[in-house]
């Protein structure tokens, strides 16, 4: 199995940017398609953006399109998001999950593993 870590949160200002990592160890990443997730304060689990087993098909939440980019590579076994023009509402911690599987997926139940997530706060 892969064991995924996430870094690169922290306290930002709205309209600043943030890039988070998820490094894979166990098992290469290019056997995965991945996923980033988010949880805000008393809020459910939400997909925020994906990324298919090769980069070839990303799919991303309404609420972040334009303004983020998920990004990987597979050779250095690391997930990237690229968060541009932050909001406070993007104030969560965010996940990054690992689907046996090539192709993107939204529900949460479609991951296998999972990171142990990193706080973004957006302060306005």
């Known amino acids: 199995q892969v064991q995924l870590v996430e870094s690169g949160g922290g306290l930002v200002q709205a309209g600043g940017s943030l890039r988070l990592s998820c490094a894979a160890s166990g098992r290469t990443l290019s056997s995965y398609a991945m996923g980033w997730f988010r949880q805000g304060s008393g809020k459910e689990r939400e997909l925020v953006a994906a990324i298919s087993r090769f980069g070839d098909s990303t799919d991303y939440a309404d609420s972040v399109k334009g303004r983020f980019t998920i990004s990987r590579d597979n050779a250095k076994n690391t997930l990237y998001l690229q968060m541009n023009s932050l909001k406070p509402e993007d104030t969560a911690v965010y996940y990054c999950?690992?689907?046996?599987?090539?192709?993107?997926?939204?529900?949460?139940?479609?991951?296998?593993?999972w990171g142990q997530g990193t706080q973004v706060t957006v302060s306005s």
């Open positions: 999950a690992a689907r046996q599987h090539s192709r993107i997926a939204t529900p949460i139940s479609a991951y296998d593993y």
